[in-house]
């Protein structure tokens, strides 16, 4: 009778009927999770100033770039040749969040999770910062993936000592290091993790040295293009630290740890509970190693809070499960009391998630709720303004570049052949190119991020520049005084967009010979920085 029970259930445990169920209800959620983004955000943003860079990355396809590994550049290639559409930009997030959402699932599933627990862990991909996340083509939503797909591995390899899993977490170790090279700090976790918990066995095992030897060489290319960049990584970092990193308290990052799932925060806390108390847990107390050895990397680092997103879906899965075990009997209630709570204050955290009202309807009710008083509205800047960061760089490129394109348009044709345009960050020439090709525009060129390696070493015959971002001249400044004259055309003005303010500036009828001996000799020395001698 035993050997019966035994044919007619899965790997998990569970029968075939009820299989059919979970696999049924993954598919539903699955799909709600991808559509999600669609159909709330207002169709009144931009793409946001980071994806105009990596869209552009697309257009110029290597295994490296200055900010980032070179996977999310594939994926833009993709983007491009497909047309380049906002919904393609949009894709691939959603696409790997849903994804993501699935790998959870099949964890939740491994541990013979049901139905509760499956929904439970799909409302913290919906109500929390992974909603945001999984709308903006950036490298974070590959960490997150690969991240929950490294765990999925070695969570089903202590399940069931297959091999297959050490071979599925090394190639994602690999893939992970084309994407983010922050997950370097969740592999070394996982690594340690493993050491110090009773699953060490695995060091003995020689396919986990295969499976690691398979990763590396994955990311092999891309540490042959730092080294011949003189590792343009180690620059970014510290630019970072400089600019950005050296603001953020340690205090600031571990609150944030609860604000970014406000609504499921209970839900991540009952998985390292899971781990910490659970007879059932402590098979996979390596995640709470894991999770420990990363925090303390972005303390002492100063790590901006959301590098520490990629262990959460893993933690949401065991703590889905067992708030499930806990629920199963006489306080089933408290299933109700959970969702209840959830959709309560996921509703109102959806508002700082996606901008679903536009720019000034939703500044007015950040205003009425106060919400700058939880940090939600804080920019870089330290100081807090209207709206979010990431939506106020949602607003104004495409009003730019019809500025941009109305100056230039301006001049005749024979002008135009010895014009170029120069922006000053790389969203707004990445913005630029990315409408102004519809608007006659030529290429426009930045000396930020990557946009550098891709500009001429030289140029010929340019008499004018028109800048696009940078502040008003100085009259009494060298390259001034090489042109005729020196024009703020335009301007935006939209007190909303991060770029308010931004001036498209003129500079007409430079002598040939020392404009292009100047661009020349700048641009060689701001690009020597990343060229082994």
């Known amino acids: ?68 590994p070179p996977v999310l550049g594939a994926l833009a290639w993709i983007t491009h040749q497909l047309g380049g559409h906002f919904v393609l930009i949009k894709f691939w997030p959603s ?7 699935v790998v959870t699932a099949r964890i939740i599933v491994s541990l013979n999770g049901g139905i509760y627990a499956l929904f439970l862990s799909f409302l913290a991909f919906v109500f929390g910062a992974f909603l945001r996340v999984h709308y903006l083509f950036q490298p974070n939503f590959l960490e997150i993936f690969f991240y929950t797909l490294i765990a999925f591995a070695v969570i089903r390899y202590i399940q069931t000592k297959n091999n297959a899993y050490l071979y599925v977490f090394g190639i994602a170790c690999g893939l992970g290091m084309l994407s983010k090279y922050s997950i370097a700090f969740f592999i070394a976790g996982v690594i340690v993790g493993l050491l110090l918990s009773s699953e060490r066995s695995i060091y003995l095992n020689k396919h986990f040295y295969f499976a690691s030897l398979i990763g590396v060489v994955i990311c092999l290319p891309n540490y042959i293009w730092q080294y011949n960049h003189n590792y343009p990584l180690l620059h970014h970092m510290k630019e970072l630290q400089e600019t950005q990193l050296q603001y953020i308290k340690p205090s600031d990052f571990l609150k944030d740890q609860l604000l970014m799932h406000l609504p499921t925060v209970y839900v991540w806390i009952s998985g390292l509970l899971f781990l910490f108390l659970s007879k059932n847990g402590r098979k996979y107390i390596f995640m709470l190693w894991s999770y420990i050895i990363l925090m303390t990397f972005l303390i002492v680092l100063q790590g901006k809070n959301y590098y520490a997103l990629g262990i959460y879906p893993t ?147 340019i008499m004018n520049v028109i800048t696009v971002g940078e502040n008003h001249p100085d009259t009494a400044g060298v390259a001034v005084k090489a042109f005729e004259h020196v024009d703020v055309r335009d301007d935006l003005s939209d007190s909303l967009a991060r770029e308010n303010g931004c001036k498209i500036i003129l500079w007409y009828h430079a002598k040939p010979s020392i404009l292009n001996n100047f661009l020349s000799a700048e641009i060689a020395e701001k690009k020597a920085l990343f060229i082994r001698k």
């Open 95 to 101: 696409l790997f969040g849903t994804l993501t959402f």
């Open 315 to 461: 933690l949401f899965a065991f703590g889905s499960y067992l708030l499930e075990r806990l629920t199963r009997k006489r306080v089933q209630f408290m299933r109700w009391i959970f969702i209840t709570v959830t959709f309560y204050f996921g509703a109102m955290f959806t508002f700082l998630a996606l901008p679903v009202f536009p720019p000034q309807k939703l500044a007015e009710i950040y205003k009425e709720k106060k919400v700058d008083k939880t940090g939600a509205l804080r920019w870089e800047d330290q100081q807090n303004h209207p709206l979010p960061q990431d939506f106020a760089d949602m607003l104004g490129w495409k009003e730019i570049t019809e500025k941009t394109a109305r100056v230039y348009n301006e001049l005749s044709d024979a002008e135009k052949s010895k014009t170029i345009i120069k922006c000053d960050n790389y969203g707004l020439c990445g913005a630029v190119n990315y409408y102004g090709k519809a608007l006659g525009l030529p290429e426009a060129y930045s000396y930020n991020g990557t946009f550098l390696l891709w500009m001429p070493d030289k140029f010929d015959n």
């Open 1 to 68: 009778m035993f050997e019966v029970i035994v044919k007619k259930t899965d790997i998990y445990g569970n029968t075939p009927k009820a299989m059919r169920k979970l696999n049924w209800l993954i598919t539903i959620l699955a799909l709600i999770k991808f559509l999600i983004p669609f159909l709330i955000q207002d169709n009144f943003y931009q793409p946001h100033r980071d994806e105009f860079l990596y869209l552009a990355q697309g257009q110029h396809l290597a295994w490296g770039y200055l900010e980032n």
